[in-house]
Structure formats: structure tokens, C-alpha cells
T-cell receptor, first 110, second 117 residues
Framework: TQLLEQSPQFLSIQEGENLTVYCNSS?????LQWYRQEPGEGPVLLVT?????EVKKLKRLTFQFGDARKDSSLHITAAQPGDTGLYLC??????????FGTGTRLQVFP | NAGVMQNPRHLVRRRGQEARLRCSPM?????VYWYRQLPEEGLKFMVY????????ESGMPKERFSAEFPKEGPSILRIQQVVRGDSAAYFC???????????????FGEGSWLTVV
């Protein structure tokens, strides 16, 4: 069974702090996506990474794909209350379906 | 906005009734996926369809659940004789080309929340 473990599961921080969310697996991903989901809504795609070692930046968000394509991280600089939400990583393992991680629930307080 | 459209957004059914959830993929997308999110759990893959074909249904419960994506019209996820355990958010997603393995981007709809009473 392919599993994607995310850590931490919950994170409460003050506005302006930095944070990193991790996504780990014992299997190699073909590709990996990061999503953000707000209550009552569907996941919204943030980024897709495909190449081992790849780094992508989206404003204050930095996504890194591990060299071995087994892990990924999401780093947020100077978090803002608008960053509050559920962050999900999802990996593909040479199949057509995405395996979703357990999720990291982020709360940023003003 | 040509995003993935799902309806109804909220559906209440009594135990034993049927639930039909509809999904119109993004314009030009012919690949559709259904995922289920149980309360306080992550999203779980159910089924992957192309027009008129089921490609992968490895995540579908063996009984009561079926999915189709006809040549014309939306994809339908059908749940017969619903039980309380079917209460969940059902998300449809679509992609331009097949599968996520090669990095194809999959876009999700806003979901259909089924409550079984």
C-alpha cells in the first residue's frame, strides 16, 4: 500500500512566522502535486513537481521535490492569516490515480 | 469560469434512497476522476473514466456504487441504497490528457456533500 505521510498534522502559528510542511513516502513518485483546501470547498492546485530536486516558488511559497522523488516540502515565508487552510500533497506512482497525503491543517493568527 | 462543475453541491438522502452526483469537466478535458473525502479523512481515489470508458475503478466499493461518463453530457456517480456511511464529500476532477503519472495537471471541482439521514 502506498502511503503519503504529512507532518505536522496541525500547525498554529502567528502572522509573520515561517513554516515548513513535509510529505514523505517510501515509494518513488512519478509526479507530486500540492493542494490547498478550505472548508466546504474542493482542493485548489498550488503546484506540480515532476523532476527530482526541482524547486518551484509561488510568491511566499517554496516547493521542493526530493532528489530521489520520495519526499517533498512546502515552505511558507512570513505566513499570513490568508494562508490558513488544509494543505495536501498528492503523489502519482506510475498510475492514473493520485494518492493523497494525510494533510496539514494550518492556522495563522493575526 | 470554465472550471470543473459539480452538482448538486449539497444533497440529503434518506437511507435506502439513491444519490446521483453530476460532474462536468473543464472545457476540452476528456478525463474524469472521482474522489471521496470522508469526515476528518483525506481524499481517496474512486474511479477514473474517459468518454464512454471506465479506465480504473479500483477505488470503487464493489456494491451500490457505479460511475459513467457518456459521450454526451456530464459524468455521473450513482450510489444506490445509500447508508449513513456514504455521507461524505465527493469530488470530481478532470484533466486534459490521461493520468497524473506523467505530471498532467488534475483540476478539482468544489465537491458534492452527501448527507444520509
Amino acid at each position: 500500500t502506498q502511503l503519503l505521510e504529512q507532518s505536522p498534522q496541525f500547525l498554529s502559528i502567528q502572522e509573520g512566522e515561517n513554516l515548513t510542511v513535509y510529505c514523505n513516502s517510501s515509494s518513488v513518485f512519478s509526479s507530486l502535486q500540492w493542494y490547498r483546501q478550505e472548508p466546504g470547498e474542493g482542493p485548489v492546485l498550488l503546484v506540480t513537481v515532476v523532476t527530482g530536486g526541482e524547486v518551484k516558488k509561488l510568491k511566499r511559497l517554496t516547493f521542493q521535490f526530493g532528489d530521489a522523488r520520495k519526499d517533498s516540502s512546502l515552505h511558507i515565508t512570513a505566513a499570513q492569516p490568508g494562508d490558513t487552510g488544509l494543505y495536501l500533497c498528492a503523489g502519482a506512482y506510475n498510475t492514473d490515480k493520485l494518492i493523497f497525503g494525510t494533510g496539514t491543517r494550518l492556522q495563522v493568527f493575526p | 469560469n470554465a472550471g470543473v462543475m459539480q452538482n448538486p453541491r449539497h444533497l440529503v438522502r434518506r437511507r435506502g434512497q439513491e444519490a446521483r452526483l453530476r460532474c462536468s469537466p473543464m472545457k476540452g478535458h476528456s478525463h474524469v476522476y472521482w474522489y471521496r473525502q470522508l469526515p476528518e479523512e483525506g481524499l481517496k481515489f474512486m474511479v477514473y473514466l474517459q468518454k464512454e470508458n471506465i479506465i480504473d475503478e479500483s477505488g470503487m466499493p464493489k456494491e451500490r456504487f457505479s460511475a459513467e461518463f457518456p459521450k454526451e453530457g456530464p459524468s455521473i456517480l450513482r450510489i444506490q441504497q445509500v447508508v449513513r456511511g456514504d455521507s461524505a464529500a465527493y469530488f470530481c476532477a478532470s484533466s486534459l490528457t490521461g493520468g497524473s503519472a506523467s505530471g498532467n495537471t488534475i483540476y478539482f471541482g468544489e465537491g458534492s456533500w452527501l448527507t444520509v439521514v
